[in-house]
């Protein structure tokens, strides 16, 4: 086997053995670090001698690797007594029997006492699977500091008692949002990147459908969680068409639809449907949104009313100047530019949203549409100074240029 066939096989079992592990030694950092030495002796052992079964291979390794360190740690010989009477099992282990281990995981992941980098970083690491690495240039960030958030992240944990256990009943449904929150986070940041020189981050925008889809077996009768899969969904089904060859940016109105992954529309849909059962809360307005878009044949046939009226339910369950930021731009799809201006100022006079480049661009492509052109043209020059992303600063200035 080659090492992308380890990574592979570690992509997908990560989780349940990581679960497994802490609920085995009720240590979550232990169980990590496990983890990984296994990986890592899976590397140099699997291209010699194949196992039949690798999961359990995996799952069998982390467990030897985990009583090991138990081993030495003299204050917890009682703990390895009980383990190591345990340990004498074979490799056909089937981590499918340990999916709730799964969900406490992510409960335990993005945690609250820990900061919202450490959650996302943690995430990734021990739900998802990734490696230090793969974080890191995801995030753009170097690998140390990946590392410190995660060696941070299992400290406090540690140093918090956080149980390795779902909440309680009363509990699971608010601490579900941390959970969403993370993913959305994960998501948003594959879908547009917030600096660098590409626009996607597939991979892992890809990486959050993966873990929403997981999250949404665990948890079916959670609408919030279906909302939040088809958003993911439906926004990646545009990606193909977002891009030129060269990765610069294709904007909406300029987009070859056929180009659309209509599979991953229909996912998104049926998502949709389940997450309406209960009514939709504020991921399920978004993937609403979304759905409309993917409905048109066009920006222009598009039915901006409805886009406006989903986005102004949006700013009641879930207020935000983003979401009123959105909502400008669909009342000037829906009633013209100068509506939408007022909206615009109204943000910009309580500084809602200081020091982001949205503002400017929205603002600059009203007044464009109004025929302000200088203004315009001040307002996208300042956008693109205010963007940390090289692609998206290249639309503006060339924007921009195109007011002179």
Known sequence: MSTADVEAVWRIESARIVAALTRFTGDFGLAEDAAQEAVAEALTSWPLAPPANPAGWLMATARRRAIDAIRRRAALQDRYALLAADVAVDED????????????????????????????????????????????????VPVPTVQARITRGKKTIAAAGVPFELPPAAERRERLGDVLSV?????????????????LRPDLAYEA??????????????????????????TAARFPARTAPDGSPVLLDEQDRRLWDFLAIRRG??????????????????????????????????DWDRIVVLYEALGRVAPS?????????????????????????????????????????????????????????????????LCANQRERSVLLRKAAALS
């Open 321 to 385: 100047p983003v979401v009123e930021l959105n909502r400008a731009v669909a009342v000037a799809m829906a009633s013209g530019p100068a509506q939408a201006l007022a909206i615009v100022d109204e943000l910009i006079a309580l500084d809602r949203l200081p020091g982001s480049h949205l503002v400017p661009t929205v603002r600059g492509e009203l007044l464009a549409r109004l025929g302000r052109r200088p203004e315009a043209r001040a307002e996208l020059e300042l956008a693109a100074r």
């Open 209 to 234: 459908i993966r873990l929403a889809r997981t999250l949404a077996a665990l948890q079916p009768d959670e609408p919030e969680v279906h909302g939040l899969l088809a958003l993911c969904e439906l």
């Open 93 to 140: 282990i089937d981590p499918d029997k340990i999916d709730d281990d799964v969900l406490a995981l992510m409960f335990v992941s993005c945690h609250p006492v820990l900061s919202p980098e450490a959650r996302v970083a943690l995430t990734l690491r021990v739900v998802g699977g990734l490696s230090s690495g793969e974080i890191a240039r995801a995030f753009l």
């Open 183 to 199: 993913l959305y986070v994960i998501f948003t940041e594959g879908s547009t990147a917030t600096s660098g020189d590409r626009l």
């Open 269 to 302: 849909l049926a998502a949709l449907a389940k997450a309406s059962a209960r009514g939709l809360g504020p991921y399920g307005l978004q993937a609403a949104i979304a759905a409309t878009h993917a409905a048109a044949p066009s920006v222009e046939a598009t």
